[in-house]
């Protein structure tokens, strides 16, 4: 038995050693967006899909009012049946700018869609633009970010160029899970590789703020290709990828960042809302997933505490990979020195983790047992019989 749990041991330090490597990989080579760019000649159409944002959307109305080297910028906005004045909100802060347009539906969207898959659609029938941009509602802009994104898109000749806003943390459970969102593929997927290939597989997005070449978007079937999937900017930049287009992942730092949930209670069921669509929506790869996770993150912390001589040691570096390759994926996301704050929570890392499993968990059952609801919508059920989608 001792043998076993020193084998064990090593091999979950070796792993979480790899991801370490992996992420400092990542740091040194992967880009962020330019702080400063010429300027954009082209049309840029903005889209902004928006349901029950009336609290944040004013705000990033405001960083778009405000945005420099895009001369002609568009932006649209659609209400999607919010029920907390969203329409209203925009409409007062857009402030008579004739470069915003609000459009409201009243309707759920049909047995198929997703209620972002089908504003984003919505949203980009209305252009011809050759470069649109989508932004989710909770996104706080620098007035260069448009430009520096559109910029990227170009000088990359790519299909897709996401640019991964820095994600904002306020309670401790937000500072648990939501840095694992970078940590996931800095820690797994060397990038600098993965940015030049067209293989699905490796494609990584954020559709918290994507910069798309219309054509290249067209050609892959728009959000109609992707419209009742949990995760529609992941599967969007594979079905770029399929198309015959490059995509591409970037830092946004500076230019970008954003709260996603605001609480427990909100990232319990925003994450409940996607997370069983992960690893193929499978419950036997979920299983091994978790069983890796738990190889690499629990049973290294579990002998530094438990452990002697060579396997306490063992389990003690394991751990401290664990901690670096998470501190280091912050940095790759911030592209700042870690804060206290990212200190604490890469050191309560095999919590974090083990709260993500149990977020897993809880999706599946939720998912399988027809009870996945999001902003008062119900979601996709087993069967994908005629449910409505949010």
């Known amino acids: 038995m001792r043998a076993a749990g020193r084998y064990l041991t090593w091999a979950g330090t070796g792993l979480a050693a790899l991801g370490a490597a992996t992420a400092a990989y990542n740091l040194a080579t992967l880009r962020t967006l330019p702080r400063q760019v010429s300027g954009v000649i082209e049309p840029v159409t903005v889209c902004v899909p928006a349901r029950d944002e009336a609290d944040r959307l004013p705000d990033l109305i405001a960083d778009l009012r405000a945005q420099t080297g895009v001369p002609r910028l568009r932006v649209l906005i659609l209400d999607d049946a919010s029920t907390d004045g969203t329409y209203e909100a925009a409409l007062a802060a857009i402030g008579g700018d004739d470069r915003f347009t609000v459009l409201r539906s009243a309707a759920h969207p049909a047995p198929g869609w997703t209620g972002k898959a089908a504003a984003c659609a919505r949203l980009a029938a209305r252009t011809d633009d050759a470069a649109l941009v989508f932004i989710d509602a909770d996104v706080r802009l620098t007035p260069q970010a448009v430009a520096a994104a559109v910029t990227e898109l170009r000088k990359r000749e790519a299909g897709m160029v996401s640019a991964w806003p820095v994600q904002v943390t306020g309670s401790v459970t937000e500072s648990l899970v939501q840095p694992l969102l970078a940590w996931s593929w800095a820690s797994t997927l060397p990038l600098g590789p993965a ?145 206290h704050a990212d200190l604490a929570s890469a050191l309560a890392h095999p919590v974090g983790v083990g709260h993500y499993l149990a977020l897993w968990a809880r999706s599946h059952h939720r998912y399988r047992t027809g009870r996945l609801r999001w902003k008062q919508r119900p979601l996709v059920t087993p069967d994908r019989r005629s449910a409505k989608h949010a």
Not at 201 to 207: D, E, F, K, L
Not at 240 to 261: F, I, K, P, Q
Not at 284 to 308: E, N, Q
């Open 195 to 339: 940015n030049h290939s067209l293989r699905p597989s490796t494609a990584v997005a954020c559709g918290q703020f994507l910069a798309v070449d219309a054509e290249a978007y067209r050609a892959a079937g728009g959000h109609g290709a992707v419209a009742a999937s949990a995760t529609e900017d992941l599967d969007l930049a594979r079905a770029v990828r399929r198309a015959g287009h490059r995509t591409a992942l970037v830092t946004a730092s500076h230019a970008a960042r954003t709260r996603m949930y605001t609480g427990a209670t909100e990232l319990t069921d925003g994450y409940t809302r996607w997370l069983w669509s992960a690893y193929g929506g499978r419950l036997d790869t979920g299983a091994a997933v978790g069983l890796f996770v738990a190889l690499a993150y629990w049973i290294p912390p579990l002998a530094a505490v438990l452990g002697r001589g060579r396997t306490r040691r063992a389990g003690l570096l394991g751990y401290l990979a664990a901690v670096t390759s998470r501190l280091l994926a912050r940095a790759t996301e911030t592209r700042h020195r870690p804060t």
